[in-house]
């Protein structure tokens, strides 16, 4: 066992853990934060993502131990009202269905947008991409990220 200072959705806490503990399971079972899903547990599906330091990541195969010191929002963190513009989208654009996909799509959209505040329909599908949505709502994904980048349907 290690002891790990983070940050979490603003929160600064210490993470009593093996290092090698993937942040999914530190977040949910530790902090109680189940937002972010267990898909595959292999860095295939999406569902796990994460941002640590701005960045998208897959908290199923990223150790704590990289979280030292640095800054972790998940779903949770992105809106405490569900206000951010783009799980409004989401709902405005009837995306969600099953559930498995929606907040590691919405996190690595929110990656997305905030390096490309208009991003193209290629940009979007290279940045989700990697995710699978067992409903099948890509279009719909696609539209609700294009809404939330533009302020207004599209």
Known sequence: MASFTLTVN??????????????????RDTLGLTGTKFGCGASLCGACTIHLDGQAIRSCVTPISEAAGKTITTIEGLSADRGHP??????AEDVPQCGYCQSGMIM????????????TDDDIDAALGGHICRCGTYQRIRRA??????GGPR
């Open 10 to 27: 603003g929160k600064q806490v210490t993470a009593e853990a093996d290092p090698a503990t993937p942040i999914l399971w530190f977040l």
């Open 86 to 91: 783009l799980q409004k989208a989401w709902i």
């Open 108 to 119: 690595t959209a929110a990656a997305l947008i905030a390096v490309k505040p208009k991003p």
């Open 145 to 150: 990220v294009r809404r939330a980048a533009t």
